[in-house]
């Protein structure tokens, strides 16, 4: 395996590989760029395939999560750490802990955070051997509701651009795919707006509420991208967006939740050759770590009316992704990765 000459390696400061015998912790934790504050990720607990398979997630989802903070304005940097097993059956709080030494001996170059395979309880454990952890028992709330309210923000913005009005989304027919934490949530503030709602989801109960509860029109799940509307909201899996069905989309407009939706960069480039306008993933649903970074963990005293001030931020950096895109004649995941670089890259 080679670290330099891995596909998804970009300069990234630190590569750490940690094991311990006693518990058979094995990890990665991987810190891409630290030039606006520490790099802070969530820590996933997954069986990967191989060694090559879970250094690949680290090295990806680090540098993503450097583009996101830089983008959502915030003093932080990108990490990301795995744990290579199966969260359900060789999870211990002794491996737990384990990984705990593992972060601190980083030295808060690398905070990490609740992911995939990992509950707060998890965290509570990595918290009594270091500090540098977020999302604890005694900090952590849940952020689905203000990524939601960032992901209405992305979507309003998204509204003017593409249709040049400045009255709201009253009227607007947006379908939305996948009715979880966010999901839901998110139909439910498009409804209070007045926009018109389409929903799918595998889970027919949460369909059935949405339409008992916003007179939501339910979609197949199979077609909900292709729905007639003028917004898909992708909230449930990624790479939606794809050689498939980029082609069968009726919407004009894609703003989601949905960590990368797009299967490929390239599918940015198709999105805006069809007319579609594209909200990139990682600044529109940047609300949970928007809120991470004012709870007490980073010294903040999660004052709401300050985060939702900061997650209509999300609006602006939006809007001016639209105007550059429209100037640039370029791609919106492209401007929005070049924006990102502008911040966390020092001038040469
Ligand atoms: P969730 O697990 O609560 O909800 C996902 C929903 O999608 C579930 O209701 C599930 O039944 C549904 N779903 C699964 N497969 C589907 C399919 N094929 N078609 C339609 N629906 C399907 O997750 P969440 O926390 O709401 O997150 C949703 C998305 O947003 C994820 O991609 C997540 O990574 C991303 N995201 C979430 C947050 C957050 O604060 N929770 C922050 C950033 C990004």
């Known amino acids: 395996m080679t670290v330099f000459s891995a596909p998804d390696f970009d300069g990234h400061e630190h590569v750490v590989f940690g094991h311990d015998a006693e518990t058979g912790l094995r990890a990665i934790i991987a810190v891409h760029n630290t030039h606006l504050g520490p790099g802070v990720g969530g820590c996933r607990m997954w069986d990967y395939a191989d060694d090559v398979a879970a250094l690949r997630d680290a090295l990806r989802l680090s540098q993503g999560m450097t583009y996101k903070s830089a983008l959502a304005g915030l003093p932080f940097g990108g990490g990301k750490s795995v744990i290579l097993g199966d969260a359900r059956t060789e999870k211990t709080p002794e491996l737990m802990r384990a990984m705990g030494r593992f972060v601190e001996s980083l030295k808060g170059r690398y905070i990490a955070a609740e992911d995939v395979g990992m509950t707060v309880a ?17 900090t952590s709330g849940n952020p689905s509701p203000y990524t939601a309210y960032g992901v209405l923000r992305g979507i309003e913005a998204a509204v003017e651009h593409r249709f040049q009005r400045n009255d709201g989304i009253d009227g607007i027919q947006v379908a939305v795919q996948g009715l979880g934490s966010v999901g839901f949530d998110l139909a439910r503030r498009l409804h209070e707006r007045g926009a018109v709602l389409h929903v799918a989801d595998i889970n027919v109960e949460a369909v059935t509420r949405a339409a008992d509860t916003f007179g939501a029109t339910p979609v197949n799940t199979h077609e909900v991208h292709a729905a007639d509307v003028d917004v898909f909201a992708p909230c449930a899996l990624g790479a939606v967006i794809n050689d498939q069905t980029v082609g069968e989309l009726r919407a004009r407009i894609v703003a989601g939740s949905a960590n990368n939706q797009l299967a490929e960069d390239r599918h940015g480039s198709e999105l805006m050759a069809r007319g579609v306008l594209y909200a990139p993933d990682y600044v529109i649903n940047a609300g949970g770590i928007i809120e991470i970074a004012h709870g007490p963990d980073f010294g903040g005293d999660h004052d709401d009316a ?15 992704i639209f105007q550059r895109a429209d100037s640039e004649q370029a791609a919106t995941n492209a401007v929005a990765d070049r924006m990102a670089e502008e911040r966390f890259r020092p001038a040469a």
């Open 122 to 138: 998890d965290m509570d454990e990595m918290a009594k051997v270091t500090t540098h952890v977020t999302g604890t028992s005694k």
């Open 306 to 320: 300050r985060i939702y001030a900061h997650l209509d931020r999300i609006h602006d950096t939006l809007s001016e």
